[in-house]
């Protein structure tokens, strides 16, 4: 698939592969691996070693591709860090979250793009806005959250991603990448956060979701990949895809 052929009936893919590639030694991870990414939620599932985390890595900044592109808004972005990818609108939730345990929910959440102001010409942090901002955004994710003066240590793993989440939608994130989001969720947890991504798709933003929970990720997911041995084997509808279907395409028995 070429560049050009990236985008859709209208506007191209918020965000797009062309061709991707990577090899670790003589381990071939990723093979021509060109996908689309639409607005709401696209879950991938593969065993172990399919590719995914590799996939996710890429379209994060953390690795570069030895082949092919990534395309934001059908335009190719050279990706060298994570931070490359921010500021391409591209925002990624890892396990760790890179929260502050020792700072309030407000200060995580503008964590490097503190809101300032100045007094008597000396530039200072404008914390009673950021709580006030922080307020605001927590509001919309729809997770029970206390004051956004509170530190984060004291809060739940859910309420953390909730935090995660947060950030990425008031910095207007145009894609969300999840690697393995509820990992180290319990069952009442992982239900709230996935609610809340749920929702986050439901108004039309890109989440790109890893899982292996299959039930789960038919339930939830609007597009579904399929990675086998460094390959998008199936692109699916997940309400016309069967949990054999799944499986079987998963270990190439399909």
Known sequence: MSAEAVSTAGAPARL??????????????????SVEFKPGLTGIVGDNGAGKSTLMRILSGVEV??????LVDGQPCAFESARDARMAGI?????????????????????????????????IVDRRRMRQEADRVLGTVR??????????????????????????????ARVLLLDEPT?????????????????VADRGETVVMVGHNLPQMLE????????????????????????????ELMVGSA
Do not use: C, W
């Open 16 to 33: 797009a592969a062309v061709g991707l590639a990577k090899e670790y030694g003589h381990v071939r991870a990723l093979e021509e691996v």
């Open 65 to 70: 591709a030895d082949e092919g592109s990534v």
């Open 91 to 123: 925002e990624s939730l890892y396990q760790d979250l890179a929260l502050v345990d020792t700072m309030s929910v407000a200060d995580n959440i503008f964590l490097g793009r503190e809101i300032t102001h100045r007094v008597l010409g000396t530039r």
């Open 143 to 172: 997770i029970n959250m206390p004051s956004s003066r509170a530190g984060v240590r004291q809060l739940s793993g859910g309420q953390r991603q909730a935090v995660a989440i947060a950030r990425a939608l008031h910095f207007k």
């Open 183 to 199: 990992a180290a969720l319990g069952p009442r947890e992982t239900a709230a956060f996935l609610g809340l991504i749920r929702h």
């Open 220 to 247: 939830l997911a609007d597009h579904l990949l399929v990675m086998r041995a460094g390959r998008v084997r199936a692109t699916l509808n997940p309400k016309e895809t069967s949990l054999r279907d799944l499986a």
